[in-house]
């Protein structure tokens, strides 16, 4: 069996999907979604076809080491959103040529059901609150919030008003839900460590599983000092984009949750190996996942699979009826009392309706874009 074409699909608002054919009529499908990147993604994407046409689809490894280190510039989310979906669209053919689940050929389910866990968001404490008693009446155990209440609608960001902000959401949400509901405290990465250290040092005693991206992620080093004054576990990784990412982070004892995303880190096959890093420390997995159907598949497959994920982001369990991203791509996987079930089909389990895809309004520019967060005095800073 011999790759034939590779085909991309640019949806809106930010969607990168990639379609991978074979002289044998078998197709896979892939995600190299990114927020803020998608035109680069896409762009980068087509540049590697020539390492995958003429090639073995079956040769995974040898495909994602051809697709990594051919390229003489490597790392960053471009690359490592390209290569996911390349490599997702792989395993997808492969588990359909033997008509079995993804997670089969990673080595069978090392668990019956994936916990996921959901997001609150709201103007104050007390509408968070009331969000979270929602998501809690549909079975979910885990929540995850940012008390930012009103910063991004007026592009601002002060770090003292936002350490209240958080300290007065996660006190009403954890009197909302009670003591049997883990609480994720999500910073993404605002603070300076002076400031994650004091509010780390408030929060405490709300007891939240783990503090999310407390500080910025350029230096990792930088999370020394709040490692050493909390005892709050510590999670960060969403903005890592290949094992080699964690190492530093991993080594040196700074965190205690590694959170790659799939459709950024490398795909299923990265993932699968960051997961083996991680277990030799003794650390858990917590994958970022805020993209649609395909990626939400590709991560669960990993995530049946290995024995070190202990929860996964599912900003979908949100909503009483999913949308599956404009309809072309799903489905979304089945939940029951706040855990998903393994995917069904062979492959990854997923449908893409390529005509409705490519009916897609074209993504612009303003689409992909963050908020733009000044500091009071005029500074930039992160959103």
């Not at 035109?39 to 020539?50: S, T």
């Not at 697709?67 to 588990?95: E, H, N, Q, T, Y």
């Not at 592009?155 to 839900?177: F, P, Y």
Request: charged letters at 25%; hydrophobic letters at 40%; one cysteine or more.
């Amino acid at each position: 069996m011999k790759i034939t074409d590779v085909r991309l699909f640019l949806t809106a608002p930010k969607g990168v999907y990639v379609k991978i054919e074979t002289d044998d009529g078998i197709s896979g499908y892939g995600e190299s979604t990114i927020n803020f990147f998608p035109r680069a993604a896409h762009g980068l994407l087509q540049d590697m076809k020539v390492f995958l046409v003429g090639e073995d689809p079956l040769r995974i490894e040898r495909l994602w080491q051809t697709c990594f280190r051919s390229l003489f510039m490597r790392g960053g989310p471009v690359v490592g959103a390209a290569v996911s979906g390349i490599d997702m669209a792989l395993w997808d053919i492969k588990g359909k040529y033997l008509n079995v689940p993804v997670y089969e050929l990673l080595g069978g389910l090392a668990r019956d059901k994936v916990r996921l866990y959901g997001h609150v968001a709201g103007d104050t404490p007390e509408a968070m609150a009331a969000e979270a008693r929602k998501r809690v009446a549909k079975g979910i155990t885990a929540i995850r919030f940012r008390g930012f209440h009103d910063t991004d609608a007026v592009g601002l960001h002060d770090h003292a008003k936002a350490v209240r902000q958080q300290i007065e959401t996660l006190e009403a949400m954890r009197a909302a839900v009670g003591d049997d509901v883990d609480i994720i405290l999500e910073c993404h990465g605002r603070y300076s460590p002076e400031w994650a250290i004091r509010l780390a040092a408030e929060v405490e005693r709300f007891r939240p599983m783990f503090m999310e991206d407390p500080i910025r992620h350029e230096n990792p080093q930088a999370m020394a000092n709040l490692r050493h004054s909390t005892k709050i576990p510590l999670a960060t990784g969403e903005r890592a984009h290949s094992k080699w990412d964690f190492r530093e982070l991993v080594v040196n004892g700074y965190i205690d949750y590694l959170r790659p995303d799939i459709n950024h880190c490398g795909g299923i096959s990265e993932m699968k190996k960051i997961a083996s890093f991680a277990e030799i420390y003794y650390l858990n997995l917590v994958p970022h996942n805020t993209q649609g159907p395909l990626g939400m598949a590709a991560c669960l497959h990993a995530a049946f699979a290995i024995d070190n994920v202990a929860i996964v982001e599912a900003g979908f369990v949100n909503h009483d009826t999913p949308l599956d991203k404009g309809g072309f791509v799903g489905p979304w996987p089945t939940v029951v009392d706040g855990y998903a079930l393994p995917p069904q089909g062979p492959g990854l389990g997923v449908r893409f309706d390529e005509a409705a895809a490519e009916k897609t309004p074209v993504i612009e520019p303003t689409d992909c874009y963050p908020p733009k967060l000044k500091a009071i005095d005029g500074s930039v800073r992160d959103w």
